[in-house]
């Protein structure tokens, strides 16, 4: 198949502090980006998005960054709260044989301690 | 507006038999895109559709495949199911999935093979 999905990396983070999700992505062509959260038993749900030609982007407690010189994106959450503990992807929509596709990193779980 | 929906959310068959998904996209998306979710290998495409019409598809044995209708909704089948199938099939929708198009999860259908 075509992900990368292999080990799941672990964020610990004390409830209220900020936490910093990383995600290094594939195809310099790439143009656009998504982060998903993903609680235990449900589907991937969509928290904030970039396109290619923003660097920045904030939503909701939640900021987005991306470095296409390192093809690297980041999520901060500020004041993590308990229910944000889940496993976060960040998926890039990348161009493939005239159409597009998205490819998912392999995620991280994110846990948050009271 | 609906989220995409999945039906059915949980299945159990044998080995050998045959299983048939089915995925609602939001209203007004045309792509559905199909992934299997494991443990070991993240999430793994398997195909898309748009306008009845499979445009993408990953790399995963012929026992797997799709179709959609008219109306956007689409079903994927799997042959002579394997102990490795038990998995998370997700269904996902976009408008068009071009370049800067939302992705958008079901809740997914949780599959056991025995």
Partial sequence: ?114 | KAGVTQTPRYLIKTRGQQVTLSCSPISGHRSVSWYQQTPGQGLQFLFEYFSETQRNKGNFPGRFSGRQFSNSRSEMNVSTLELGDSALYLCASSLELAGVDEQFFGPGTRLTVL
């Avoid at chain 1, 080990?7 to 594939?26: K, M």
């Avoid at chain 1, 970039?50 to 407690?61: F, P, Y």
């Avoid at chain 1, 496993?87 to 846990?111: D, H, M, Q, W």
């Fill in chain 1, 1 to 114: 198949g075509e992900s990368v999905g292999l080990h799941l990396p672990t964020l610990s983070v004390q409830e209220g502090d900020n936490s910093i999700i990383n995600c290094a992505y594939s195809n310099s062509a790439s143009d656009y980006f998504i982060w998903y959260k993903q609680e235990s038993g449900k589907g991937p749900q969509f928290i904030i998005d970039i396109r290619s030609n923003m660097d920045k982007r904030q939503g909701q407690r939640v900021t987005v960054l991306l470095n296409k010189t390192v093809k690297h994106l980041s999520l901060q959450i500020a004041a993590t709260q308990p229910g944000d503990s889940a496993v976060y992807f960040c998926a890039e929509n990348t161009p493939t044989s005239g159409t597009y596709k998205y490819i998912f990193g392999t995620g991280t779980r994110l846990k948050v301690l009271a």
